[in-house]
């Protein structure tokens, strides 16, 4: 009997190490809205998958991918294709897209002004300096009329491209995370609807100009090339385009942040 039962014992306890060996932990960088938010809704969903989702976060738009590249995370999730493509060709990095989750609407925002017909000759307009963004943000304000741009600039444009400037407008490139710091000392500046989201801005209500909803710079989980098919992120692709987190983002940020799925 008492063979019986150490034998009964060693079999549970050879069962538990196995599912705690079993157990996967995956690292995943974001800056803080709605990025790491989205994450932190998925960490209980994915627990019961038994995977550990550790969401550490970031505020600004190169270490993430560093990091990444350096095999201190997993995966991360804060940038769009464009400017994936264009960090991967300028730093030498091999980060792939796994899924596009959502879309956030670049938007102009001003403290001095309420509307785009308020901004004087020669006014002062912050951009963000990274050639994906900043060219993004001059196409959005193309959209508004207020400059043209040289059409063989394709999407990543730069202030160099303005071929139309009737106001003279001055620019600012500015890292993205410091623009809403900025609003104070320019006329306007053209913030990502992440920063803008964490500054406590509501783009329908601040924004003095939004990009619409057919924007192309969705916003992706992005992984080392080779890794596409890790079984543990495989899950969280799952997860992550499940009813449940479509249900969050549209509720939590009220179309602000647009899922794709």
């Known amino acids: 009997m008492k063979k019986s039962i150490l034998i009964v014992g060693t079999l549970l306890l050879l069962f538990c190490l196995g599912a705690v060996a079993s157990a996967e932990t995956i690292k995943i960088g974001a800056t803080p809205v709605p990025h790491a938010e989205i994450l932190n809704f998925v960490v209980p969903l994915l627990a019961d998958e038994g995977i550990t989702l550790e969401v550490i976060e970031f505020t600004d738009y190169v270490q993430p991918n560093l990091a990444l590249q350096d095999g201190e995370l997993d995966a991360n999730f804060f940038q769009h294709i464009p400017y994936l493509d264009d960090f991967n060709a300028n730093r030498g990095t091999n980060l792939v897209s796994l899924v596009g989750v959502h879309i956030e609407p670049l938007g102009v925002y001003s403290a001095k002004i309420g509307s785009l017909d308020e ?143």
């Open 119 to 261: 901004l004087p000759q020669r006014a002062q307009i912050a951009i963000p300096n990274d050639v994906t963004n900043g060219g993004r943000a001059l196409l959005l304000l193309q959209q508004a009329g207020l400059i043209e741009l040289d059409p063989k600039a394709g999407i990543e444009p730069t202030v160099f491209d303005i071929i139309e400037n009737k106001l003279g407008i001055r620019f600012s490139e500015l890292e993205a995370a410091q623009l809403t710091r900025v609003l104070p000392d320019v006329h306007a500046a053209v913030i990502n609807g992440n920063y803008a989201l964490q500054a406590g801005f509501s783009q329908l209500e601040d924004a003095i100009f939004l990009e619409d909803a057919e924007s192309p710079y969705v916003n992706v989980i992005a992984v080392r090339e080779g890794e596409t098919e890790n079984p543990a992120l495989q899950k969280l692709v799952e997860v992550l385009l499940s009813d449940a987190v479509r249900d969050f983002i549209l509720e939590k940020y009220e179309g602000l942040v647009i899922p794709v799925f």
